[in-house]
């Protein structure tokens, strides 16, 4: 488990710390932050819980160091049933997560960006199960918009 230090230290270190920055700091801080691990081939890998009474994603922000593949592992230590809806590029998967269950997804997120996912059953977006997958890198240049460079972060 990360630390409240690590965890302030980590999003002040990718610029998600402040609301006019990238927002994701400040609206996802019911959860923790984490970073994928990564294979010597460029697979990532990481597991998000969905903790006994706590109707959060943990982590609620995963941290990609660049796009590709990431093997995802979501466990359900709830009482109650959820289900993740999550992105990948051209197919969205969905797995359904009883109480005290587990599911897996392989996941292809290429570019960097900002990927949310959720459990949309009931009301479970609403009482704080969204969460969001961080794809750091720069975009290709051919894949740029036309236009003046924004100010960073």
């Given at each position: 488990m990360t630390t409240m230090h690590e965890r302030d230290t980590l999003l002040e270190n990718l610029g998600l710390d402040g609301q006019n920055k990238a927002a994701l700091g400040k609206v996802l801080n019911t959860g923790n932050i984490a970073q994928a691990a990564e294979d010597e081939d460029g697979r990532m890998s990481a597991t998000i819980r969905i903790n006994r009474d706590e109707i959060c994603w943990d982590p609620s922000i995963l941290v990609l160091p660049h796009g590709g593949d990431l093997d995802l592992e979501i466990i359900n230590d709830d009482q109650n049933t959820?289900?993740?809806?999550?992105?990948s590029n051209g197919d969205r998967k969905f797995i359904w997560?009883?109480?005290?269950?587990?599911?897996?997804?392989?996941l292809n997120l290429d570019g960097p960006g900002y990927y949310w996912y959720s459990?949309?059953?009931g009301n479970d977006e609403g009482r704080g199960l969204t969460g969001v997958i961080v794809v750091l890198g720069d975009v290709p240049p051919e894949a740029r918009l036309d236009r003046p460079d924004q100010p960073r972060p």
């Open positions: 959820h289900c993740a809806l999550l992105p997560l009883v109480n005290h269950s587990k599911g897996r997804a392989s459990s949309p059953s």
